[in-house]
Nanobody, 118 residues
Framework: VQLQASGGGLVQTGGFLRLSCAASGSMFSIIVSGWYRQAPGKQRELIALITTGGRTTYADSVKGRFTVSRDNAKNTVDLQMNSLTPEDTAVYYC?????????????WGQGTQVTVSS
């Protein structure tokens, strides 16, 4: 299963961006999708998760500002990011886990850069 992330860019403090992650492949089903980010010199951190049933979990650092959503029919997961600050500057990655051809899989997208200027 391949993941393609898009939507990053440069935005000013207080602005917003919407990231999208599209999954492709054959005979797969996704159980959970997530967005991670990695800032320079820091470890990759989980910031949002969403299950097939729509249950969501957020890191405290983004709670109330970011919203994760998914379209199960289109196999896409979006991350709406509002009230961005320079601390949100990072490379953002999507990840999905589930089954493909009756085997478990976990795939990462290629990462998309988000830069928030002060």
């Amino acid at each position: 299963v391949q993941l393609q992330a898009s939507g990053g860019g440069l935005v000013q403090t207080g602005g917003f961006l919407r990231l999208s992650c599209a999954a492709s492949g054959s005979m797969f089903s996704i159980i959970v999708s997530g967005w991670y980010r990695q800032a320079p010199g820091k470890q990759r951190e989980l910031i949002a998760l969403i299950t097939t049933g729509g249950r969501t979990t957020y890191a405290d650092s983004v709670k109330g500002r970011f919203t994760v959503s998914r379209d199960n029919a289109k196999n896409t997961v979006d991350l709406q990011m509002n009230s961005l600050t320079p601390e949100d500057t990072a490379v953002y990655y999507c990840k999905a886990a589930g089954s493909s051809s009756n085997r478990p899989f976990a795939s990462w997208g290629q990462g998309t850069q988000v830069t928030v200027s002060s």
